[in-house]
């Protein structure tokens, strides 16, 4: 029996409200609870602003706590959620917004009300399950996808190893540990659909809860005897004459072996090298110096003269957090980020809202398809270019320009003590161009301080005692922090694939990484790449969503390996090509494909090699399962009588 909180109308009050009562239909079976006076109008610039009086939501609030104390007390859920029409007007009314049609299946899949999902892998008949055990696959990499991975294969009871080049598991939460390193999509959409934490202690958590979340998942599905930690897969070479891969591994000792898998996944991330700045005299500094992403917790910042390279996501978070403790920091400033407000991205999430997520059933489903709809496809149409749009390079859409201006004036208003600077962080390209950051104020707090200063003046050179900018001026620093990101299109970096013939994957790329569905390469059977090429997401969501879908779409594979007895598939080149046609075409409809903006996610030949460019329910219908028609499909040879 749950001790129900004599004071459950206040309780209620952090909890989301369109989510609450959208989760009181199926606890009370009643559809009245989605009526129009209480349906949220979200505030754009701060989404907890759900445009509803006060008074209205307490009596909401109130109707709700009387169903919650009933069902609490025994009073059976109503509708355990099975009806469509109800469902989609739920998601019309926790949206804000109608639903339009076509997305109906895919969000009943994200929702999954009834526990169940097209992500669980299928593998029921005995004769698969007998296939399924004689494969053996290698997966690359132990952090949030490789885990993934993990977790999928032994549900479909097909063998695996996870080799990870780092002593524990968490990938991107294992090596980032720079000063306020945290997640920047909410914690309740970034965990896996499948493992929901009513206890996440942050909306947005920092690095240490998240590696926590991953150690503990490793540890639920017993994954880490499969795991071999400090070792290095150095090379994958496709055996031609046996069909399988034949990985060289160097272990802690320096030693190498050969392993051998009928399929690789690759589960690398796409940033995982830091990038070090092609700037004269790099590495030339007499100080510590270090890239944010192999933060030096030796060196102590305290009362030093510091200065910052780079003013992405990372700087973002960690200059802010050193500001105050150092004497004198200097932010060097190629572009401004834009910053988008939420107010609450520091804030912990309320006990009384942990209290709701455990014991209001349906809440959590609710609360996280809320999230998941109102920042990713819903956030869409903001950045889209019109391609009419002539109205400078600052946007791409009418909408697109709106938002900025709106976005400017948030800035305005930070601007109080150095407005000087406002001209200074207001970018020159459109929202949506690179991956936004989340604003709570704390960036431009920083960079008002009396010890920070803002340079964007061109860095000439580095020099053994700091930094040489275009116009002269010798700027002197006791440590340098290189916040330059990630060899990001280098794609599969330090890793050596051997395909068929013994064709080798860079060479085939020419620095131009290219994939099928961002997974699979002409030449390379059996090969499956995970956040590979142009499956990034610059505004819309969480990349767990991706790794979702291609893991499902890879296990999908090893069925389809399984069940026909076919020993390799590739897929075809036509099929191959005419995806990345598409691909191409659809990019420069979005603002990160405009001409004006210059990015990591293009590459040296100015291709947009690291984003998605369509809806995220396009990757989902993408992904359900691999079309053998797009595949060349190579039968085992019949035994010689
Ligand atoms: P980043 O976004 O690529 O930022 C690199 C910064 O360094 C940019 O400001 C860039 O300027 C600057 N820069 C690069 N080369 C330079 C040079 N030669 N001279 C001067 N400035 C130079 O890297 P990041 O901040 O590490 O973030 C990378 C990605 O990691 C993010 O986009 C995000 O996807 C992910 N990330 C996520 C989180 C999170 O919140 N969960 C945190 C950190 C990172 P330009 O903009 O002009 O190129």
């Not at 917790?297 to 780079?310: C, E, N």
């Not at 709701?356 to 809320?370: A, G, I, N």
Request: charge should be negative.
């Amino acid at each position: 029996m749950v001790d129900v909180p004599a004071n459950l109308e206040e309780v209620l009050k952090d909890a989301h409200l369109p989510a609450l009562l959208t989760a009181m239909v199926h606890m009370t079976g009643d559809t009245s609870w989605l009526r129009p006076e209480w349906a949220p109008v979200y505030n754009p610039l701060d989404r907890t602003d759900i445009g509803i009086p006060p008074e209205v939501q307490d009596q909401a609030r109130k109707a709700a706590a009387e169903a919650i104390r009933a069902h609490l007390g025994g009073k059976p859920l109503q509708m355990p959620g099975t009806d469509t029409p109800t469902l989609r007007r739920q998601m019309d009314f926790v949206s804000g917004a109608p639903i339009p049609e076509e997305y109906v299946d895919f969000l009943l899949d994200e929702l999954t009300l009834s526990g169940k999902s097209t992500k669980d892998p299928q593998f029921d008949q005995p004769q698969l399950q007998a296939a399924a055990r004689k494969l053996k696959v290698l997966v690359i990499g132990a952090g949030m996808t490789g885990l993934l991975a993990g977790i999928r294969l032994s549900q479909a009871g097909v063998p695996f190893e996870i080799v990870d080049k780092n002593a524990d598991v968490g990938g991107t939460w294992f090596e980032n540990t720079y000063p306020g390193c945290r997640v920047d999509n909410s914690n309740h959409m970034y965990s896996y659909s499948f493992e929901p934490n009513h206890a996440w202690p942050q909306h947005f958590s920092p690095q240490p809860v998240l590696l926590q979340y991953f150690q503990g998942i490793a540890k639920k599905y017993d994954l880490r005897r499969h795991i071999r930690f400090e070792t290095l897969v150095e090379v994958v070479a496709w055996d031609d004459a046996r069909s399988v891969w034949r990985a060289t591994l160097k272990g802690p000792d320096g030693k190498t072996e050969v392993i051998e898998a009928n399929a690789v996944i690759t589960a690398v991330g796409q940033l995982n090298r830091p990038r070090m700045p092609d700037i004269e005299g790099v590495g030339t500094f007499e100080g510590p110096a270090f890239h944010s992403a192999e933060w030096r917790h030796d060196v102590d910042l305290k009362g030093k003269r510091v200065g910052v390279i780079g003013t992405g996501a990372s700087a973002y978070q960690f200059v802010p957090e050193i500001a105050a403790d150092v004497a004198q920091l200097t932010v060097f400033q190629r572009s401004p980020p834009w910053g988008l407000p939420v107010p609450h991205y520091h804030d912990n999430v309320p006990d009384n809202m942990k209290w709701v997520l455990e014991h209001v059933p349906y809440f959590d489903k609710w609360y996280r398809f809320y999230l998941f709809w109102s920042t990713t496809e819903g956030f869409l149409p903001m950045v889209k270019s019109d391609p009419t749009w002539n109205g400078g390079p600052g946007a791409v859409s009418p909408e697109n320009a709106m938002f900025r201006e709106q976005v400017i004036e948030s800035y305005r208003a930070q601007m109080t003590v150095r407005p000087e600077l406002l001209d200074k962080v207001i970018p020159n390209y459109p929202i949506g161009g690179k991956r936004a950051v989340l604003d709570n104020g704390v960036w431009l707090a920083a960079l008002q301080r009396d010890n920070v200063e803002l340079v964007t003046e061109k860095i000439a050179k580095i020099t053994p005692k700091g930094i040489v900018t275009a116009d002269g001026v010798e700027h002197e620093y006791d440590v340098l922090i290189y916040s330059t990101g990630f060899q990001a299109s280098n794609f599969l970096a330090y890793l050596k694939v051997k395909g068929r013939g013994g064709r080798d994957l860079h060479e085939t790329w020419g620095g131009d990484a290219k994939a099928y569905l961002g997974m699979t390469v002409p030449g390379f059977p059996n090969f499956f790449i995970t956040y590979g090429p142009n499956t990034n997401i610059v505004v819309n969501g969480s990349i767990i969503f991706f790794s979702e879908c291609s893991i499902r779409y890879i296990v999908g594979s090893l069925k389809l390996l399984a069940e026909t007895g076919v020993r390799a598939m590739e897929p075809k080149q036509a099929v191959h090509d005419d995806f990345n046609r598409r691909v191409d075409e659809a990019n420069a409809g979005w603002a990160w494909g405009s001409p004006h903006v210059s990015s990591w996610y293009k590459n040296s030949f100015g291709r947009v090699s690291q984003n998605w460019p369509f809806g995220l329910i396009d990757y989902w219908r993408a992904t359900l399962a691999p079309n053998p028609d797009d595949f060349v499909l190579e039968k085992a040879p019949e035994p010689v009588a």
